[in-house]
T-cell receptor
Framework: GENVEQHPSTLSVQEGDSAVIKCTYSDSASNYFPWYKQELGKRPQLIIDIRSNVGEKKDQRIAVTLNKTAKHFSLHITETQPEDSAVYFCAAIGSTSYGKLTFGQGTILTVHP | KAGVTQTPRYLIKTRGQQVTLSCSPISGHRSVSWYQQTPGQGLQFLFEYFSETQRNKGNFPGRFSGRQFSNSRSEMNVSTLELGDSALYLC????????????FGPGTRLTVT
């Protein structure tokens, strides 16, 4: 089955810096890669996603890149703000995986004012 | 549109008991996936339902079961509760069961004593 590895497990940055979180996946059939942000005590929130026919997607301060050959994808947050502090999860799913998102282990991002 | 809702939000049960959790998806969404979230194991897929049919199942014992109703609402049941079942149980709804966006509910926090 699919396996998703996520790094780093913790990331500490100063406000205004950029943050990058990387994930690798094992199943070449995976074709949809969402990123979730989970604040303490809250539900995971879908913040951006990318499909296998796209190499990069951007939404304001966040962007995701996908390298299908290397089977890795990354989340980039620019101009970080304290409210970006949360746990971020990457995930992967194939079109025949019937609802099964396979998640990375999560990255605790702390943005210091 | 109203988001995904889950009831109850908190539950305390004792070992050996059973529990039923409920999930109401976003209107128009036909797929409901269930996940278990724990600090040690992260987010793990339990099962997925689409049009009242279970289409995928994760690596959990048979004590974990679920169903989906004609209005797409879903329930999951855990029988003979064990201490290790203490977790946050999240459901997510999506339009289809392939690689489409999944939106999470707030979760049910289950504590087994």
């Amino acid at each position: 089955g699919e396996n998703v590895e996520q790094h780093p497990s913790t990331l500490s940055v100063q406000e205004g810096d950029s943050a990058v979180i990387k994930c690798t996946y094992s199943d070449s059939a995976s074709n949809y890669f969402p990123w979730y942000k989970q604040e303490l005590g809250k539900r995971p929130q879908l913040i951006i996603d990318i499909r296998s026919n796209v190499g990069e997607k951007k939404d304001q301060r966040i962007a995701v890149t996908l390298n299908k050959t290397a089977k890795h994808f990354s989340l980039h947050i620019t101009e970080t703000q304290p409210e970006d502090s949360a746990v971020y999860f990457c995930a992967a799913i194939g079109s025949t995986s019937y609802g099964k998102l396979t998640f990375g282990q999560g990255t605790i991002l702390t943005v210091h004012p | 549109k109203a988001g995904v809702t889950q009831t109850p939000r908190y539950l305390i049960k004792t070992r050996g008991q059973q529990v039923t959790l409920s999930c109401s998806p976003i209107s128009g969404h036909r797929s409901v996936s269930w996940y278990q979230q724990t600090p040690g194991q992260g987010l793990q897929f339990l099962f997925e339902y689409f049009s009242e049919t279970q289409r995928n199942k994760g690596n959990f014992p048979g004590r974990f079961s679920g169903r989906q109703f004609s209005n797409s609402r879903s329930e999951m049941n855990v029988s003979t509760l064990e201490l290790g079942d203490s977790a946050l149980y999240l459901c997510a709804s999506s339009l289809t069961s392939g690689g489409s966006e999944q939106y999470f509910g707030p979760g049910t926090r289950l504590t087994v004593t």
